[in-house]
């Protein structure tokens, strides 16, 4: 689908939501609370933008406006209903810390009830706007795929997925290589293809057959274009890949990868940046300058020793750095080898404390100002670590593509502490090459604000 109309999509699914929520406010204020004393509007309007930003901070944290969500109607609905009751919890949470009293009581509830009504109308909006597009034949592309294989199944049913503006017509195949029935008719054979594209209208042809399996391919990209027909081949790689590959070009020589990797961009390497910095820096300024001789001074009191347990781990590009942590354990020589257990008789009373709270990593945001890690990545492990996980763990090695993180993916998603079983590893380093491969600003704040979320809620692995 047209990545342009996406993003037109996208925008207008913010603004309709954005409007139902600020008509939502007005009405109730018009109609149930009547004309409000001068000197209350400054908390109402505050009401009003801290309903507005959470909204936005949520639909984004929580994905709400991604393309896999809003082209599936009842992911879409179910994404929503979820940001909304979250939405609700810190509206309440901010009357409560804020302890607002002006705002009515009647009004709020109005407020929220008229906003659910009309986050239920926008959702039929959605479905008319959705089937207008799908009606205009000037936006639709009518395609067909030439070939019947594995690769050309998968194709139909991608395109079954984003369908606002294609119409798959069929394929186009020789009748002896059909061995199995199709979902989509078999519109001609091979030789036919342009005078069915002319029969049907079409705009797009779709090759699954290479020119290398058939030179005809090569006369049928020049007869397609002739007609103003888009002809593009789609390579079946499997013979030389077992994964999908990510095609990059330089001028024009077509470069293959075997994944995408986001931060190879220096202008995300930047955005990253300047995110750890800003955060990293308001950490160490206001909170490492009285935690460290508060906690450390707790540390020493309880047993003599450094308050710092700095270790060597692994960084980006398997290069070695030391981590730094709070000791929250007795001074033990062996202590770098050996994993923390539950129950474990190292850890200290305010060691257990500082690990359950996570306190124990913050000195780690000057390790994020030093550049050796990333406030969101893959954790780092310890060298022998890594070199036993990358003897039995396919790929471990490849989440070093990236600065290490004091959270990640794989963190709040529950794959954190110690490790019982190769399983475990390998689960997590799974979530930690999906996010190198996906990575973005938002993802970044959204791993954040989820890993505060996980720490307040207590996370029965953190030990």
Not at 155 to 161: H, I
Not at 217 to 243: D, G, H, Q, T, W
Not at 298 to 325: A, H, V, Y
Request: with cysteine; charged share 20%; net charge positive.
């Amino acid at each position: 689908m047209n990545n342009q109309f996406k993003r037109y999509l996208q925008i207008n699914l913010i603004f309709l939501d954005l409007l139902i929520l600020n008509l939502s406010f007005y009405l109730p204020k018009w109609i149930v609370i009547g004309k409000i004393e001068t000197s209350y509007t400054s908390a109402y309007f505050s009401f009003l933008f801290f309903s507005n930003v959470i909204w936005l901070v949520l639909s984004f944290v929580c994905g709400n406006y991604t393309e896999k969500i809003i082209l599936q109607f009842e992911f879409f609905t179910k994404r929503t209903i979820q940001v909304y009751i979250l939405w609700i919890i810190f509206l309440f949470t901010y009357l409560f810390f804020s302890r607002e009293v002006i705002v009515s009581r009647l009004f709020i509830v109005f407020f929220i009830i008229l906003f659910s009504v009309g986050l239920f109308i926008n959702k039929f909006l959605y479905v008319g706007i959705r089937n207008y597009f799908r009606k205009r034949d000037k936006l639709i592309n009518n395609v067909i795929i030439l070939g019947y294989n594995d690769t050309a199944v998968k194709l139909a049913s991608y395109f079954e997925q984003e369908s606002i503006n294609t119409n798959l017509l069929g394929y186009v195949e020789d009748e002896d290589k059909i061995t199995e029935l199709t979902h989509y008719p078999v519109l001609s054979n091979i030789k036919n293809v342009l005078q069915v594209a002319r029969d049907y209208d079409v705009q797009e042809i779709y090759s699954t057959i290479t020119p290398e399996q058939n030179e005809y391919i090569y006369e049928l990209m020049n007869y397609a274009e002739n007609e103003c027909i888009r002809f593009k081949v789609v390579p079946n790689l499997s013979v030389f890949f077992s994964k999908p590959v990510i095609v990059d070009f330089i001028r024009d020589l077509p470069i293959l990868s075997l994944r995408n990797e986001p931060l190879e961009d220096v202008g995300n390497r930047l955005k990253k940046r300047f995110l750890d910095v800003i955060v990293s820096l308001f950490v160490v300024i206001l909170v490492l300058s009285w935690l460290i001789p508060i906690i450390g001074l707790l540390i020493f009191i309880e047993s003599p020793g450094p308050i710092f347990f700095i270790q060597r781990r692994t960084g980006k590009n398997n290069r070695p750095f030391n981590c730094f942590k709070f000791r929250s354990m007795k001074p033990d020589l062996g202590a770098e080898f050996k994993q923390a257990t539950k129950n474990d008789n190292r850890v200290t009373r305010i060691g257990r404390f500082i690990r359950k709270t996570s306190i124990d990593e913050f000195p780690q945001f000057i390790n994020v100002l030093k550049g050796e890690m990333s406030l969101v990545g893959p954790r780092p492990h310890p060298l022998k670590m890594t070199t036993d996980l990358s003897q039995v763990v396919k790929q471990y090695m490849v989440r070093h593509f990236s600065k290490p993180g004091i959270t990640g993916w794989a963190q709040i998603h529950g794959f954190r502490g110690e490790i019982k079983e190769p399983k475990q590893i390998k689960l997590r380093v799974q979530y930690d090459l999906w996010y190198n491969e996906n990575w973005t600003v938002w993802l970044d704040i959204r791993i954040l604000f989820l890993t505060v979320y996980t720490i307040f809620r207590g996370d029965k692995n953190a030990y």
